[in-house]
């Protein structure tokens, strides 16, 4: 008999994997920062419940800095691109 597997998708709150990451200290910091459009996936900005999984890219902007991320893990990423930006 053929047994068929199904691959679980994990599924993260977004302010919560931000902080999880510790892109951000806390996580009502991240909440701030996702209200304020500051966390974007192919130019739509997320809500701070919005349900990221493994494998999306995100663009965060930070005070000094932009990071392209790829969630790589419940609390991994890896740095697709830094931009860094003129105060």
């Not at 597997?5 to 679980?8: F, T």
């Not at 701070?48 to 349900?51: D, V």
């Given at each position: 008999s053929k047994h068929s597997?199904?691959?679980?998708e994990v599924f993260m709150r977004l302010d919560k994997y931000l902080?999880?990451?510790?892109i951000v200290?806390?996580?009502?910091?991240?909440?701030?920062?996702?209200?304020?459009g500051k966390v974007m996936r192919n130019g739509m900005a997320l809500k701070?419940?919005?349900?990221i999984k493994i494998?999306?890219?995100?663009?965060?902007q930070l005070a000094k800095k932009t990071l392209k991320?790829?969630?790589?893990?419940?609390k991994d990423f890896e740095v697709?691109?830094?931009t860094i930006r003129e105060s």
């Open positions: 597997y199904i691959i679980q902080a999880d990451i510790r200290k806390r996580r009502v910091v991240a909440h701030d920062m996702c209200e304020s701070p419940g919005h349900e494998g999306d890219t995100l663009d965060v991320i790829t969630v790589s893990g419940e697709i691109q830094e």
